[in-house]
């Protein structure tokens, strides 16, 4: 007998069951009578609910639904916090990158372990393993330049770009300053400065314009963050700032005429925001909190920071956590930022019930795990985040809805680096790297 007709049959007894029992005995000669045939009065078969057990279960499930259908999920969240997220956040919007293709074949027979993209002249920057940087052109997806040894056996962990010079900061702790030629298919590259950062390896740099000066931020496995100002070829340092244990992430903005650290520290769910005053001066400003059971044990660590500003409005601070199986997202934001002005005895202060979203990213990770996220934009609105996993899927979160909206396979394994920008057509790309030493290009 069919799936349908066991289920009609097993119906046609439980009303028969509900008839008998209740001594409708007419109704039931006539049911029987307009089936055809006899109906054997039973329960259904993996029940022992009558009929009317059935449908007060029925009546209370959609009471129940109607009730957390009116629920505000950011009904414990301060009216400010509630007006930050509706002005500032809004829905996944398409069009979105989602082709994929290889970036370039042959493949690079290397682990991609860093990439940085200038709009200037569309060339894709890699860094190897194996002491090489690579240049792509991304108008042919062509390998325009592939140069080994450039800093003499020493692996370059970070690219940043300016439009006329390339900053490589080496695994030594040093910053090598070049400028650098592009046209005709060939690069120039020219060393014109190099500088001992950090006595050990840096962890993440950033380069940022603020005020018309060029600065360089940098956190490094020797427990501290320093600022530099690029002056002509040469670095200057400006500041640092101690840490007690060791970093994991950090971004810069520019806020309200400062110039913004917030920095992520292991075993620790307080990020550090911090101001450099008078464009030299790193002070602290004071703490947000990650956790807001004040009183609870420090049970995750922040991996990795991106900051998103829209214009004049407040910085958003998405953060990716050392949550295991899968990474959380926490989002929070600068509203909280003190004036320049800070008097001498003005204690650093933790901002709690700062959290604007908390939810599971189901991208899988282990101890070892490095987050990697990156914002999305549009119409003027913070619209999700893209998370970079461990199992090769990038993965795009709506914010407001809290919830996965995207899966694109990108490799057969973790995903070593990822970059996301907007090409001169004004359309999001995204471009990833992975351990399988694939390099893919996403687009819309």
């Given at each position: 007998?069919?799936?349908?007709?066991?289920?009609?049959?097993?119906?046609?007894?439980?009303?028969?069951?509900?008839?008998?029992?209740?001594?409708?005995?007419?109704?039931?000669?006539?049911?029987?009578?307009?089936?055809?045939?006899?109906?054997?009065?039973?329960?259904?078969?993996?029940?022992?609910?009558?009929?009317?057990?059935?449908?007060?279960?029925?009546?209370?499930?959609?009471?129940?639904?109607?009730?957390?259908?009116?629920?505000?999920?950011?009904?414990?969240?301060?009216?400010?916090?509630?007006?930050?997220?509706?002005?500032?956040?809004?829905?996944?919007?398409?069009?979105?990158?989602?082709?994929?293709?290889?970036?370039?074949?042959?493949?690079?027979?290397?682990?991609?372990?860093?990439?940085?993209?200038?709009?200037?002249?569309?060339?894709?920057?890699?860094?190897?393993?194996?002491?090489?940087?690579?240049?792509?052109?991304?108008?042919?997806?062509?390998?325009?330049?592939?140069?080994?040894?450039?800093?003499?056996?020493?692996?370059?962990?970070?690219?940043?770009?300016?439009?006329?010079h390339l900053v490589l900061v080496g695994m030594d702790g040093k910053f090598y300053n070049y400028t650098y030629t592009f046209g005709?298919?060939?690069?120039?590259?020219?060393?014109?400065?190099?500088?001992?950062?950090?006595?050990?390896?840096?962890?993440?740099?950033?380069?940022?314009?603020?005020?018309?000066?060029?600065?360089?931020?940098?956190?490094?496995?020797?427990?501290?963050?320093?600022?530099?100002?690029?002056?002509?070829?040469?670095?200057?340092?400006?500041?640092?700032?101690?840490?007690?244990?060791?970093?994991?992430?950090?971004?810069?903005?520019?806020?309200?005429?400062?110039?913004?650290?917030?920095?992520?520290?292991?075993?620790?769910?307080?990020?550090?925001?911090?101001?450099?005053?008078?464009?030299?001066?790193?002070?602290?400003?004071?703490?947000?909190?990650?956790?807001?059971?004040?009183?609870?044990?420090?049970?995750?660590?922040?991996?990795?920071?991106?900051?998103?500003?829209?214009?004049?409005?407040?910085?958003?601070?998405?953060?990716?956590?050392?949550?295991?199986?899968?990474?959380?997202?926490?989002?929070?934001?600068?509203?909280?930022?003190?004036?320049?002005?800070?008097?001498?005895?003005?204690?650093?202060?933790?901002?709690?019930?700062?959290?604007?979203?908390?939810?599971?990213?189901?991208?899988?990770?282990?101890?070892?795990?490095?987050?990697?996220?990156?914002?999305?934009?549009?119409?003027?609105?913070?619209?999700?985040?893209?998370?970079?996993?461990?199992?090769?899927?990038v993965r795009g979160i709506d914010l407001l809805d809290e919830k996965i909206v995207v899966e694109l396979k990108a490799h057969s394994?973790?995903?070593?680096?990822?970059?996301?920008?907007?090409?001169?057509?004004?359309?999001?790309?995204?471009?990833?790297?992975?351990?399988?030493?694939?390099?893919?290009?996403?687009?819309?």
């Amino acid at each position: 007998m069919s799936s349908d007709k066991q289920e009609t049959k097993s119906v046609h007894g439980l009303i028969a069951y509900f008839l008998k029992n209740n001594h409708y005995h007419a109704t039931l000669k006539k049911f029987e009578e307009e089936h055809g045939k006899p109906i054997d009065p039973k329960k259904l078969p993996s029940s022992d609910e009558t009929l009317e057990e059935i449908v007060n279960d029925r009546i209370n499930y959609n009471e129940l639904r109607k009730q957390f259908e009116q629920i505000d999920v950011h009904e414990e969240l301060s009216v400010e916090l509630k007006e930050l997220i509706g002005s500032q956040i809004g829905h996944w919007t398409a069009p979105y990158p989602h082709i994929g293709v290889d970036l370039v074949s042959p493949k690079i027979s290397s682990l991609v372990l860093s990439s940085c993209h200038d709009a200037k002249t569309n060339v894709l920057f890699l860094t190897t393993n194996d002491f090489r940087l690579i240049g792509i052109d991304l108008e042919s997806q062509k390998v325009i330049f592939s140069l080994i040894n450039v800093l003499n056996r020493i692996v370059i962990k970070k690219i940043l770009v300016d439009g006329d010079h390339l900053v490589l900061v080496g695994m030594d702790g040093k910053f090598y300053n070049y400028t650098y030629t592009f046209g005709n298919g060939e690069i120039q590259l020219t060393r014109v400065a190099e500088f001992q950062a950090h006595k050990r390896l840096v962890v993440d740099a950033k380069y940022i314009v603020f005020e018309g000066q060029q600065y360089i931020v940098s956190l490094g496995w020797d427990f501290f963050l320093k600022v530099f100002r690029i002056v002509g070829d040469e670095f200057e340092f400006l500041s640092e700032y101690k840490l007690a244990t060791q970093g994991t992430s950090f971004d810069v903005v520019n806020y309200n005429d400062q110039l913004v650290v917030v920095l992520a520290k292991n075993e620790n769910t307080l990020l550090d925001v911090l101001t450099v005053d008078n464009g030299k001066q790193l002070t602290l400003r004071y703490k947000i909190s990650l956790n807001d059971a004040e009183f609870s044990s420090s049970s995750f660590s922040p991996r990795y920071i991106a900051i998103q500003q829209l214009g004049d409005s407040v910085p958003l601070i998405a953060v990716g956590t050392s949550h295991e199986p899968y990474m959380r997202l926490i989002v929070v934001s600068l509203k909280e930022l003190p004036s320049l002005k800070k008097t001498e005895d003005e204690s650093i202060q933790i901002k709690r019930n700062q959290i604007l979203k908390n939810f599971n990213t189901l991208s899988p990770q282990d101890r070892y795990s490095q987050a990697l996220i990156s914002w999305r934009v549009a119409d003027e609105k913070s619209i999700g985040v893209w998370v970079a996993g461990e199992d090769g899927v990038v993965r795009g979160i709506d914010l407001l809805d809290e919830k996965i909206v995207v899966e694109l396979k990108a490799h057969s394994g973790k995903i070593k680096d990822f970059l996301s920008f907007e090409n001169k057509d004004k359309k999001e790309v995204i471009i990833t790297s992975g351990i399988d030493k694939d390099i893919k290009q996403f687009i819309v």
